[in-house]
């Protein structure tokens, strides 16, 4: 999973709580990313962010929201407004120079509501 | 707009028999694409990409796949499969020009039998 942590590795949220997520890399990467896993549905890509504060929204950012304060962390925070967060988050990061660049990902968070 | 088609849910293949997961794309331009494999409960690992050039890409763990630009395929192979690639398989896709982000299919499932 390279130098990106991720954490908790499980979480466990109530009904009209917010939770956030972890993500620190220590790859030097420019650019992070965080997609939500269901099953059969592949990854869809919930925000991302290209440098320092800034980041823009992706496919599914409603209900979701992000910081980018330090080029180490991109923490996501799943609001109460998202109706369905049961899902497994994957947060990844690259270096945005060159298009052709792999993303890194990081072990996931696996966020359940009670 | 650009897609990734994974057209098999599944793969079932015995132990020391190639084994072949698909790919077709649809990109503006030319694209740059992307194999990843994902174990249980565990982040993406990157396993090989297309850039240019040799329409045959090699990767990590014997795994090779074939650009076919006429077909729109990717198509991820091996010689021979171990009961240790049994995994789950995603291809990704992103234009060659301006910025996009990287869109994954929903998957293979890879099921390697001993």
């Known amino acids: 999973d390279g130098g990106i942590t991720q954490s908790p590795k499980y979480l466990f949220r109530k009904e009209g709580q917010n939770v956030t997520l972890s993500c620190e890399q220590n790859?030097?990467?420019?650019?992070m990313y965080w997609y939500r896993q269901d099953p059969g549905q592949g990854l869809r890509l919930i925000y991302y962010?290209?440098?320092?504060?800034?980041?823009q929204k992706g496919d599914i950012a409603e209900g979701y929201s992000v910081s980018r304060e330090k080029k180490e962390s991109f923490p996501l925070t799943v609001t109460s407004a998202q109706k369905n967060p049961t899902a497994f988050y994957l947060c990844?990061?690259?270096?945005?120079?060159?298009?052709?660049?792999?993303?890194?990902f990081g072990p996931g968070t696996r966020l359940t509501v009670l | 707009a650009q897609s990734v088609a994974q057209p098999e849910d599944q793969v079932n293949v015995a132990e020391g028999n190639p084994l072949t997961v698909k790919c077709t794309y649809s990109?503006?331009?030319?694209?740059?694409l992307f194999w990843y494999v994902q174990y249980p409960n565990r982040g993406l690992q990157f396993l090989l990409k297309?850039?240019?050039?040799?329409?045959l890409v090699k990767g990590s763990y014997g795994f090779e796949a074939e650009f076919n630009k006429s077909q729109t395929s990717f198509h991820l192979k091996k010689p021979s499969a171990l009961v240790s690639d049994s995994a789950l398989y995603f291809c990704a896709v992103r234009r060659d020009s301006g910025y996009s982000t990287l869109t994954f299919g929903k998957g293979t499932m890879l099921l390697v039998s001993p």
């Open positions: 990109v503006s331009g030319n694209p740059y």
């Open positions: 990844a990061s690259s270096t945005p120079s060159g298009r052709y660049n792999e993303q890194f």
């Open positions: 790859l030097n990467h420019d650019a």
């Open positions: 297309y850039i240019t050039g040799d329409n």
């Open positions: 962010s290209q440098i320092v504060n800034d980041f």
